[in-house]
């Protein structure tokens, strides 16, 4: 089905237009170098169109009676349908010539690709069957016109130059067609927070969210105090818990105005520090020689997995044995968790480091610690801060399964000993902070992250706009 | 070693630079078994120093694959490749090469990637920084040098590469499809630019392509290359006196000549490669030289 465009069809080009034609046609792979009077005769059958960005130029299936060349703005081509051919994208730009289906034998002219407007393009549409009966006047310019035909389309059907585009996943945002950037000022991790949380507040994410957490409550409030549906009767109810928070004088002596609260926080949180900087310092460089070093990582890596399973529970008695005191085998068992994820990811993230950017290195002359310094550990830090990202919240995990069964103080330990003592309000307190807490942590982490990778902060700060 | 100062500035005392590639009966398969795959089969020719050699040949056909071999990052299956007549093992500083999808390190910004080179060997010199600068005019980046990679349009950031391959000075160069992508605007700046540089350094090169313009433009002898598994088709050289000048060259009967010699011979081995290629791509030369032969008739 072929679409008569409705795009500004401009009238018969004046003699003036057609000099600019040739003028244009002379620009062109397939015209180039051929004789003046045969480019005017091709001049002749060619009229000058434009098309406004977004304005689909024709459709694979499409009848073809026309070749494309383009003067100006950009025209996207996208191939699909050929079996032999995988889907392969084009833009198109000045002087490129497209949509020569329009040349071929009567029953081929059909489009084989999809071309569409990407921005406002003016175009010289050269109709298929006048081109060849213009050409047919010439045969020796004829054959050369061709044969360029055939040597663009060879490059678009033949191996692919779309194939060196294809891209490893941690490279798809810079190989997206970047627009071109306005000057901006200086885009720090702060910055970017601040303008993430004005957009969130913008959208109807704030809305949501508060709607969820309604529902939340309101499940809570109802299912405990007023339905006492069967097996939430026992639980703290939500009054009954934020009655107990914000008390003064708290039945169970835990509220926000209680010192013994805030040394709960106050521990756990300096157990998850000090956990998550070990693991952290240990578990990065691990993580960055079993990427980079195939030995290495033959010789750890097995044992490293072997470990990595093992819950943190079963590691309790190991862990007591191993430590005296309290308090190290809290932070010992807080450690293992963060320290795998830390290390894991971080191998993953050398792994993921796109062969080219080694090379690259290579042909520049680095040495072999200089790569490793230069594009191994930069090139891994997104992984590296995902895996802390991940390692944070493990922490925490394990922090309070250590905290309930072997430790003094701490929100674990107050979760657990209000469940021992009968004082289930506090329970809830315990929990909520815990939460609270822990997503605290992990939003630092990721400010940290943002800030020590700018050039991932202005990626993702230019693709959200 | 050659320092970074010279690369653009000092012109004919260079020409003497050493780099002579010889590439003797080379092969090349991947896989094995019934799966291998032969993708350059008993392939020789030679770089000559201080000459600017351009490799044509259709898309697919195994170019890249050389440069991989050239740069010592893979081995040939048979056959040697020897640069100053001492055989290529690995990667070495006597070389640089830009590949085809070669990439700027995306945590640098455009400056200090262009500055990478000279940094990594220590060099990161006065005058090296100052070459840095006159690069980023050239490839019209100045106002982008603090910018990441991410932040340029495809062609910028091809240009940034460029600029990064091109303020190194080594024997030889070696560059794979460095102008893809580029809009024909600044492709033809690029070439310019490109040869001019050549010009002044005199040292040996050899560039990649499959556009016959660029190769003539920018030649001093052009190898045309079979399709897959792939050898030199024919050498022709490219007496054109330097400097070129693009404008001049279209009207250039000699440069027509080699033109239209080249494109026929590219366009045999493209019609070579469609019997595994696409049926639209067949059926568009089988209408073509149809409709020649009715109208020979
Ligand atoms: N590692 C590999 N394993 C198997 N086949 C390969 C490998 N590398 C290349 N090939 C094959 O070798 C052929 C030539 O590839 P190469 O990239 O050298 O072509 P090229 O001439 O550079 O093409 P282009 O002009 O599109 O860049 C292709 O058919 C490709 O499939
Ligand atoms: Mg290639």
Redesign the pocket.
């Known amino acids: 089905m072929f679409r008569e465009h409705a795009a500004s069809m401009q009238s018969r080009p004046s003699s003036e237009a057609e000099q600019l034609i040739v003028r244009l046609l002379k620009r062109t792979m397939p015209f180039q170098v051929i004789s003046e009077g045969m480019l005017q005769s091709v001049a002749a059958v060619s009229r000058p169109f434009s098309y406004r960005a977004g304005e689909v130029i024709y459709r694979a299936g499409d009848k073809a009676d026309d070749v494309y060349v383009v003067v100006s703005g950009a025209v996207d081509h996208l191939l699909s349908d050929t079996p032999t051919t995988v889907e392969r994208n084009r833009v198109m730009h000045s002087g490129d010539v497209f949509g020569w289906a329009a040349v071929l034998g009567q029953d081929k002219r059909v489009r084989l690709a999809t071309a569409t407007c990407v921005e406002t393009a003016e175009v010289i549409r050269i109709n298929g069957a006048a081109l060849i009966e213009r050409l047919n006047d010439d045969p020796a310019t004829a054959k050369v016109v061709m044969s360029r035909f055939a040597t663009m389309i060879t490059r678009e059907f ?4 779309a ?2 585009q294809i891209v490893a996943p941690n490279r798809t945002v810079s190989d997206a067609p970047a627009a071109v950037p306005r000057p901006r000022g200086h885009a720090t991790g702060l910055a970017l927070t601040l303008y993430r949380i004005s957009r969130w507040l913008r959208s109807p994410k704030p809305f949501l969210m508060l709607l969820g957490f309604a529902l939340f409550l309101g499940f809570w409030y109802l299912s405990v105090q007023v339905w006492k549906l069967p097996r939430f009767r026992e639980m703290p109810g939500l009054t009954t818990v934020f009655h107990e928070w914000f008390s003064k004088n708290p039945t169970y002596g835990l509220s926000f105005y209680t010192p013994e609260y805030y040394q709960d926080i106050w521990v756990s949180v300096r157990r998850v520090g000090i956990a998550f900087f070990l693991a952290t310092a240990l578990g990065v460089p691990l993580g960055l020689f079993l990427g980079w070093s195939r030995t290495f990582r033959e010789y750890v890596f097995p044992v490293f997995e072997m470990l990595r399973p093992i819950p943190v529970l079963a590691w309790v008695p190991l862990a007591i044995l191993m430590f005296s005191g309290s308090e190290t085998p809290v932070i010992f068992l807080t450690f293992l968790a963060s320290f795998f994820a830390t290390a894991l990811n971080t191998m993953l993230g050398v792994e993921s480091i796109d062969e080219s950017y080694t090379r690259a290195a290579d042909c520049l002359g680095a040495s072999k610690m200089q790569v490793f310094r230069h594009v191994i550990v930069p090139g891994a830090m997104p992984y590296i801060f995902t895996g802390l990202q991940i390692s944070v919240g493990v922490a925490w995990f394990s922090l309070v399964a250590a905290e309930m069964v072997s430790g003094q103080f701490g929100l674990g330990y107050v979760i657990n000993t209000s469940y021992t003592m009968v004082r289930y309000p506090t329970i809830g307190i315990g929990m909520i902070t815990l939460g609270a807490v822990g997503y605290v942590t992990s939003a630092l982490v990721r400010i940290v992250g943002d800030s020590m990778m700018q050039w991932r902060v202005r990626e993702l700060a230019l693709g959200g706009r | 070693m050659s320092t970074v100062v010279k690369a653009a500035g000092t012109p004919t005392s260079a020409k003497a630079q050493a780099g002579e590639i010889v590439v003797s009966s080379v092969g090349k398969s ?2 094995e078994g019934q799966f291998v ?1 032969e ?2 089969k008993d392939c020789s020719f030679t770089i000559e120093r201080g000459k600017l050699t351009v490799m044509i ?12 071999l050239l740069a010592g990052f ?1 081995k040939p299956t048979s056959g040697s490749i020897k640069i100053n007549g001492k055989p290529v093992t690995g990667p070495g500083k006597d070389r640089l090469v830009l590949f ?1 999808e070669s990439a700027l390190f995306p945590w640098m910004t455009t400056y200090d990637n262009i500055m990478y080179g000279p940094r990594a060997r220590g060099e990161d010199t006065k005058e090296a920084r100052s070459l840095a600068e006159m690069l980023l005019d050239k490839v019209g980046l100045r106002a982008f040098r603090k910018k990441y990679p991410t932040q340029l349009s495809g062609g910028m950031q091809r240009r940034a590469e460029l600029a990064r391959a091109m303020i190194n000075n080594p024997e030889v160069m070696i560059l ?2 460095p102008f893809r992508g580029l809009d024909a605007m600044s492709k033809e700046l690029m070439w310019e630019y490109y040869s001019r540089l050549y010009e002044e350094s005199g040292r040996t090169n050899f560039f ?1 392509t ?1 556009d016959i313009d660029e190769a003539i433009f920018l030649a001093d002898r052009l190898l045309i ?1 079979t399709n ?1 598994p ?1 050898q030199v088709r024919a050498v022709v050289e490219i007496d054109i006196p330097r400097p070129r000048d693009l404008v001049s060259l279209v009207d250039d009967d000699r440069a027509n000549e080699v033109k239209m010699e080249a494109l026929s011979l590219l366009h045999e081995e493209a019609m070579k490669s469609f019997a595994g290629g696409s049926k639209a791509a067949a059926d568009f030369i089988e209408a073509y030289s149809k409709r020649l032969r009715t109208k020979k008739e």
């Open positions: 033949g191996a692919p130059a194939a060196a | 991947y896989g795959k993708v350059v040949g259709p898309s697919g056909c195994g170019k890249s694959t050389l440069i991989r893979e085809q794979d499809e990649i499959t290359m897959v792939t």
